[in-house]
């Protein structure tokens, strides 16, 4: 079954500098890795995702992603953290639902918090 | 923005009650699931449908059902409602183009008293 985990319950980090929120991932066969994030009493929003091609991926709102296929992780980075990026973070993994229409189902880790002091 | 829409908002039941929400998807997406978003936790999967038939299940008990109509919108329904149940939904609309992409709305808050 395909999983992904995320080590840290909450990352705090000082504006300006770079941040990195942890992922490592379970999957059978190529993997569909996303991240996602989640502002208080607000939907997800998409910030990046990776399907194939190169092992960084460039997302949303300055965020980047690297795809490393031996250590089984897809860890999510900014080079200069702000204030506002202050949220909760989800990895996530497309998971195929065997049915008719060969659907998807997504897979989330337990989140990251993310706090980033001014 | 997505162009997800679900409603209502927030919602208040109480327990053993039952409860219906809506997902409006995004335009030209035939594809919609749900999703569970306890307190202090990850989205779990609750159902996926697609041209109108159930196409895909998670670990929830049958009183969570569910409806997809010709405009691909879709209903969650909840009946004999439990504590348990409080939670943010969330809906997720895809194409059969890009399947592995799913766009979320907002949510919708249900508080169980």
């Known amino acids: 079954a395909q999983s992904v985990a995320q080590p840290e319950d909450q990352v705090n980090v000082a504006e300006g500098n770079p941040l990195t929120v942890k992922c490592t991932y379970s999957?059978?066969?190529?993997?569909?890795l996303f991240w996602y994030v989640q502002y208080p009493n607000r939907g997800l929003q998409f910030l990046l995702k990776?399907?194939?091609?190169?092992?960084l991926v460039k997302g949303s709102y300055g965020f980047e992603a690297e795809f490393n296929k031996s250590q089984t992780s897809f860890h999510l980075k900014k080079p200069s953290a702000l204030v506002s990026d202050s949220a909760l973070y989800f990895c996530?993994?497309?998971?195929?639902?065997?049915?008719?229409?060969?659907?998807?189902?997504?897979?989330f880790g337990a989140g990251t918090r993310l706090f980033v002091k001014a | 923005e997505t162009g997800v829409t679900q409603s209502p908002t927030h919602l208040i039941k109480t327990r053993g009650q039952q409860v219906t929400l809506r997902c409006s998807s995004q335009?030209?997406?035939?594809?919609v699931s749900w999703y569970q978003q306890a307190l202090g936790q990850g989205p779990q999967f609750i159902f996926q449908?697609?041209?109108?038939?159930?196409?895909g299940r998670g670990n929830f008990p049958p009183r969570f059902s569910g409806l997809q109509f010709p405009n691909y919108s879709s209903e969650l329904n909840v009946n004999a409602l439990e504590l348990d149940d409080s939670a943010l939904y969330l809906c997720?609309?895809?194409?059969?183009?890009?399947?592995?992409?799913?766009?979320f709305g907002p949510g919708t808050r249900l508080t169980v008293t």
């Open positions: 997720a609309s895809s194409s059969g183009q890009k399947p592995y992409e799913q766009y």
């Open positions: 999957v059978s066969g190529n993997p569909y």
């Open positions: 990776y399907i194939t091609g190169d092992n």
């Open positions: 996530a993994v497309r998971d195929l639902l065997r049915r008719r229409s060969g659907g998807f189902k997504t897979i």
């Open positions: 335009s030209g997406h035939n594809t």
């Open positions: 449908y697609y041209r109108e038939e159930e196409n």
